[in-house]
């Protein structure tokens, strides 16, 4: 995958009169050289110069001199390298206390995306993946430059304002909330009837960009089960049971309250399985502040990321961007890559809202008992009160081409232990 900074891009910081923070504009990845290098020097000053044209008194903008400044004397800086601790703790000294903003541009099919994030220091967590357009040339990518400012600028404040804070956990996204069609339409090719389309509204909620990696799990349940051992790929041969007692065990380490009870000495009288030897009572406090799994509504409204297609990368996803059984392509597509094995968490792009491995790598486990969807419109559900059968849903290593799609979903007994599924966690945002 080719990477390059395009030189400079965009200033910016976060100056309500109640916060005090800085946020700087630093390069974007294009990710398949969309732009030649003057027309991303291009981009950078036309969009610089209308964020700080529509900036007023929202925002103290950071001038462009002194971002290119930053890069020019800082020779070591990469965008690869956000995610080193080091790396960040000197943009923290160097920028004093900026929190910046990024994004990435590549073509998915025959158009071109570009996706804009926030970011904080020194953790360099994401505040919001929320702003993201897709367009048919360059052309247009220029002219719609002023509608990307307006969204990032909407996207930004309205998180300020909703509690007067922008404290997002480390390695954690805000995934705002909304209202997506859940399901796929008739004529999307393998869809199953499971799939039926409704509208739910989502309450906004922190998700993992990652799924839970070996290195985590073994910190806080003392064990590691996966068969492909490496602290950076994703745990896998864990229950629903393990992943239930790993968000309670990580919330308590944290001094957050779990969310999850669990009485391992009565029976659930909604679990109506015939091989599932916990059958453990758990309940779910609502309100807790502390880690959990996400719905089964709450996953496919952050896989989509706003996409209405079969995949987040549009008709098609090629194995250059997931980890699946590329031997069974997607819709008579190309023939991919088969690796038989997980790849370590965040090795391809992110989705438009910045989660990694949404589709493939390992299969995630959701809360919901799996069941027919309700026709009608919802707002937050949690899936049926009973069954026998957890959902599981994004696809695997292991998976074929559709089973990788947004709207497919797949269930199994709660204290199964597959040797392709895993999990992220959530954590309520209010």
């Given at each position: ?29 294009d ?17 610089s ?22 890069i ?132 906004s ?38 992943a ?46 502390g880690?959990?799994?996400?719905t ?28 699946y ?29 910045g ?58 007994d ?17």
């Amino acid at each position: 995958m080719k990477k390059f900074l395009l030189t400079s891009i965009l200033a910016f910081i976060a100056a309500l009169v109640f916060s005090q923070e800085r946020i700087a504009v630093f390069p974007f990845e294009d990710m398949d050289n969309v732009l030649t290098r003057n027309e991303a020097a291009m981009f950078y000053r036309t969009f610089s110069d209308e964020f700080t044209n529509r900036s007023e008194d929202r925002f103290s903008v950071v001038p462009q001199q002194e971002i290119e400044g930053f890069i020019n004397t800082e020779t070591a800086f990469q965008l690869g390298e956000f995610f080193t601790r080091v790396k960040t703790a000197e943009m923290n000294r160097v920028l004093n206390e900026t929190q910046i903003l990024s994004g990435v541009i590549g073509r998915i099919g025959n158009n071109i995306r570009i996706t804009v994030y926030l970011y904080t220091y020194p953790e360099l967590v994401q505040l919001l993946g929320m702003t993201t357009i897709s367009i048919a040339n360059k052309d247009e990518l220029f002219r719609r430059i002023p509608e990307l400012v307006q969204n990032i600028q909407n996207a930004i404040t309205s998180v300020i304002e909703s509690d007067g804070t922008t404290t997002v956990p480390a390695n954690f996204v805000l995934i705002q909330g909304g209202t997506f069609t859940m399901g796929s339409p008739y004529n999307e090719p393998s869809r199953s009837v499971n799939e039926t389309q409704h509208q739910v509204r989502i309450t906004s909620f922190y998700m993992g960009i990652y799924e839970v990696t070996q290195r985590e799990y073994q910190e806080v349940m003392g064990t590691n089960p996966s068969n492909f051992k490496g602290n950076n790929l994703p745990v896998e041969l864990v229950s629903w049971y393990d992943a239930i007692e790993y968000c309670n065990r990580r919330s308590e380490r944290e001094g957050l309250t779990p969310v999850y009870t669990i009485d391992k000495s009565r029976r659930d009288p909604n679990n109506s399985s015939r091989i599932d030897t916990f059958r453990w009572l758990i309940t779910w406090n609502r309100n807790a502040n502390g880690y959990r799994l996400p719905t089964e509504a709450e996953w496919e409204y952050a896989c989509r990321a706003g996409t209405i297609t079969p995949f987040n990368t549009g008709n098609n996803i090629p194995t250059s961007m997931a980890n699946y059984d590329g031997r069974n392509p997607y819709n008579n597509s190309s023939r991919g890559t088969y690796r038989a094995r997980t790849t370590a968490v965040g090795s391809f792009a992110p989705n438009p809202w910045g989660l990694y491995d949404m589709h493939g790598n390992v299969y995630e486990w959701c809360w919901d008992w799996f069941g027919n969807y309700s026709a009608g419109a919802q707002t937050d559900p949690r899936g049926d009160v009973s069954g026998y059968e957890r959902v599981y849903r994004g696809g695997s290593w292991y998976s074929f081409g559709p089973i990788l799609r947004s709207a497919f979903r797949n269930c199994t007994d709660p204290s199964d232990r597959g040797h392709s599924i895993g999990f992220r966690v959530v954590r309520n945002a209010q």
